[in-house]
């Protein structure tokens, strides 16, 4: 009787799927999005509300892409093989500046006396897209600022409802601090305290949530303008150079 030759040599490795990004081959694992993918590649794809920590909730459609016609948002897709997506065509440019429009005149977006200014992924999104104006009319509402708290404060003009706070308190922190309230245009960001401020809140300035912010809505106290103009992160960098930035 003879025993069977048990081979030593490493069986190959499996190949990864790829799809194609703009005509690029883009690999990926079983379970990724095609955002999740084309960050692995180092390709951007424009986005507000996606961060590499957090699982998407696909609200901003910024990331939007086209795959056989139809929209599709990049962040919450998940890659199949062979499928053809674009996302770089004056088409998908062009929606994209209308969406970070619509959030500029949503909110009061007074960059220039801004603290996040510079730093702001909101602006570095607008500046990347080329967005030379708001196109549609400013509405200029009122929002509430919450400045109750002595080290955290609030400015709801700003918030761009990207829920990264609130899946921050809730996931990293394990607080639940923030929350999305209302409907339509009256959607705001609630905050989980008796009085619905954040003095009496559980937030704490050394929380995830106060520094995931993107925007300049959720801010530490005391620590704007600290950066020179010329060294912040995006006067010397497009944030499609910046991917550890989301
Ligand atoms: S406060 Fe900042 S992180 Fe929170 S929802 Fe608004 S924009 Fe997003
Ligand atoms: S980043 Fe995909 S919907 Fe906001």
């Known amino acids: 009787m003879t025993t069977p030759e048990v081979s030593s040599a490493t069986p190959p490795l499996a ?5 194609l990004l703009d005509g690029r081959a883009i690999p990926f694992t079983p379970g990724q999005t095609l955002m999740q993918a084309a960050q692995a590649a180092g390709v951007y794809i424009p986005h507000l509300c996606h ?45 994209r500046q209308r969406l970070t429009q619509m959030l500029f005149v949503e909110g009061n977006h007074h960059c220039p006396f801004c603290e996040k200014s510079g730093a702001c992924h909101l602006q570095a999104v ?12 400013h509405t200029a509402p009122h929002h509430e600022v919450d400045a109750t708290h002595p080290d955290v404060w609030l400015d709801r003009s700003r918030c761009i409802l990207c829920e990264l706070c609130v899946r ?18 009256h959607t705001t960001l609630l905050v989980n ?11 704490a300035v050394t929380d995830r949530a ?3 912010c993107p925007v300049g809505a959720l801010m530490p106290k005391r620590q704007g303008f600290v950066i020179p103009i ?14 550890e930035d989301s």
Do not use: W
Request: hydrophobic share 35%; net charge negative.
């Open 168 to 185: 921050a308190s809730r996931e990293v922190d394990g607080k639940d601090v923030f929350a999305i309230g209302g409907r339509g245009a």
């Open 51 to 95: 961060h590499a920590d957090f699982d998407p909730i696909g609200s901003c459609k910024v990331c939007s892409v086209r795959i056989q016609g139809r929209t599709v948002a990049s962040c919450t897709m998940p890659a199949r093989a062979g499928l053809v997506v674009e996302s770089e065509t004056p088409e998908l440019h062009h929606d």
């Open 210 to 212: 106060v520094h995931i």
């Open 230 to 243: 010329g060294q912040r992160p995006y006067d010397a960098a497009d944030i499609a150079q910046r991917p």
């Open 15 to 19: 190949k990864p799927d790829t799809f």
């Open 126 to 137: 607008a500046y990347h897209l080329d967005m030379q104006d708001t196109h549609f009319v």
């Open 193 to 203: 305290s008796p009085s619905g401020q954040l003095h009496d809140s559980d937030v």
